[in-house]
């Protein structure tokens, strides 16, 4: 089984994960919240959560990033079809990349530098799996915390959430 063929399953289970999430996003995002000054705004996080998809493409299609903070425009999208146009965009551009991509080409080094430093060097194989996936799972970990923490009802990920599961109603009371 080629690298592309082992990463698509997991590819196809997370971003439909990450897409139940992001349809629990009220219409009219409340983009400004956040739960502690030093955390993300909900209108920032739900937009990285949207974009990340994309990262796959960069790390597919160039050996390399150079990142500059200076010219870097953050997605703050300001209601759900915003989000979910953006990350079906992304999810689709970036399955096809993954699938058309060799093993050769997969174990190649690529890089990322932040305004011309170095951040990082793995094989693009390495990169999708931590910097695309894990990455992502991480932030929507975030957003579902923020959602909960403006009482809106989340899905299960790996299983029923509390929302959704009578067997967590008793741990309440």
Same mark, same amino acid.
Not at 150 to 164: K, V
């Given at each position: 089984?080629?690298?592309?063929?082992? +990463?698509?399953?997991?590819?196809?289970?997370?971003?439909?994960?990450?897409?139940?999430?992001?349809?629990?996003?009220?219409?009219?995002?409340?983009?400004?919240?956040?739960?502690?000054? =030093?955390?993300?705004? +909900?209108?920032?996080?739900?937009?990285?959560?949207?974009?990340? !998809?994309?990262?796959?493409?960069?790390?597919?299609?160039?050996?390399?990033?150079?990142?500059?903070?200076? *010219?870097?425009?953050?997605?703050?999208?300001?209601?759900? =079809?915003?989000?979910?146009?953006?990350?079906? =965009?992304?999810?689709?551009?970036?399955?096809?990349?993954?699938?058309?991509?060799?093993?050769?080409?997969?174990? =190649?080094?690529?890089? +990322?530098?932040? *305004?011309?430093?170095?951040?990082?060097?793995? !094989?693009?194989?390495?990169?999708?799996?931590?910097?695309?996936?894990?990455?992502?799972?991480?932030?929507?970990?975030? +957003?579902?915390?923020?959602?909960?923490?403006?009482?809106?009802?989340? !899905?299960?990920?790996?299983?029923?959430?509390? *929302?959704?599961? !009578?067997?967590?109603?008793?741990?309440?009371?």
């Amino acid at each position: 089984m080629s690298i592309a063929e082992n +990463l698509l399953p997991e590819f196809d289970q997370e971003m439909a994960n990450t897409r139940k999430l992001l349809e629990c996003i009220p219409e009219k995002i409340n983009a400004g919240w956040k739960p502690h000054d =030093k955390s993300m705004t +909900l209108g920032r996080l739900a937009g990285h959560v949207a974009e990340l !998809p994309g990262w796959a493409m960069n790390t597919i299609r160039v050996d390399s990033l150079n990142f500059s903070m200076g *010219d870097f425009k953050p997605f703050v999208p300001q209601t759900r =079809k915003e989000v979910l146009e953006t990350f079906d =965009k992304n999810v689709a551009e970036a399955r096809q990349s993954l699938a058309g991509a060799s093993d050769e080409h997969l174990h =190649k080094i690529w890089s +990322l530098q932040i *305004d011309g430093k170095p951040v990082m060097s793995m !094989p693009r194989s390495a990169v999708l799996r931590s910097v695309v996936m894990n990455h992502l799972i991480h932030h929507r970990a975030q +957003l579902g915390v923020y959602l909960r923490l403006n009482n809106i009802a989340i !899905p299960g990920m790996y299983g029923p959430s509390a *929302d959704e599961s !009578p067997m967590f109603g008793s741990a309440r009371a």
